[in-house]
């Protein structure tokens, strides 16, 4: 009996073991469960992604949760395309100390003035400073006077013609008359003609007409009355 009774009471003992093991278990199943759930709220807090929202902004407010917050107003706090930081800006505070590269404006020109700044106003007013094409320095004037020392080149004029007048100086008098000085198309000069009369001495090929016919009369010029006349003496063909 004793035997049958230490038995029983092991195998009880070791049942209740078992049963406490158990229990262990799903107790502890249950803590990791709980903490799990936990740790996603947390996170659905923070994404946003399933749990619902804690405020809930109007139309023109913004919400408090974080990462909401920073992804709507991350926009507005974007600096400009361009800008510099303040280490930057520091760095070229030091590397490029021309005037008027970072520093404020010291004046406020209207839109009808140039500011005073040496840069600001030379690029201002470089193009009215700059000269006609083909404008020579003093240097090129002063060599061209030497060079060309021609009455009329670089001097000034000597006179004030009018529209109607030509100029008394004899480069521009000559350019402008020139066109009505030029001789007609096969005029001779003067030692052509002389040598022509010498070649040819036949009467009347250079002398002036000895006689002045009208215009229905034939000349007594042998040579002009035959040219004259040679057509109607000639004998018809055949």
Do not use: W
């Amino acid at each position: 009996n004793a035997a049958i009774i230490g038995g029983i009471g092991g195998f009880i003992s070791s049942k209740v073991a078992g049963l406490r093991s158990v229990a262990q278990k799903v107790a502890a199943n249950r803590n990791n469960q709980s903490a799990r759930k936990e740790s996603s709220l947390e996170k659905a807090q923070l994404t946003n992604s399933v749990a619902c929202d804690v405020d809930f902004p109007c139309i023109h407010e913004y919400t408090y949760n974080p990462v909401q917050r920073f992804n709507v107003m991350t926009k507005m706090f974007k600096s400009p395309r361009g800008s510099k930081s303040l280490e930057h800006l520091r760095v070229l505070r030091q590397s490029d100390p021309c005037y008027g590269t970072l520093m404020p404006r010291l004046d406020r020109p209207s839109l009808h003035e140039i500011s005073y700044d040496p840069l600001l106003r030379f690029s201002a007013m470089v193009k009215t400073y700059k000269q006609a094409r083909g404008a020579k320095t003093m240097e090129h004037l002063r060599v061209l006077r030497h060079s060309d020392p021609c009455f009329g080149t670089l001097a000034p004029s000597l006179d004030r013609p009018s529209v109607h007048e030509h100029t008394y100086d004899p480069v521009l008098r000559y350019r402008s008359m020139c066109r009505t000085l030029s001789s007609p198309h096969g005029t001779k000069h003067f030692e052509p003609l002389v040598e022509l009369r010498r070649s040819n001495p036949y009467y009347g090929s250079l002398a002036p007409g000895s006689e002045c016919c009208s215009a229905h009369e034939q000349t007594c010029d042998p040579v002009a009355r035959y040219n004259a006349i040679a057509a109607m003496l000639k004998a018809p063909r055949g």
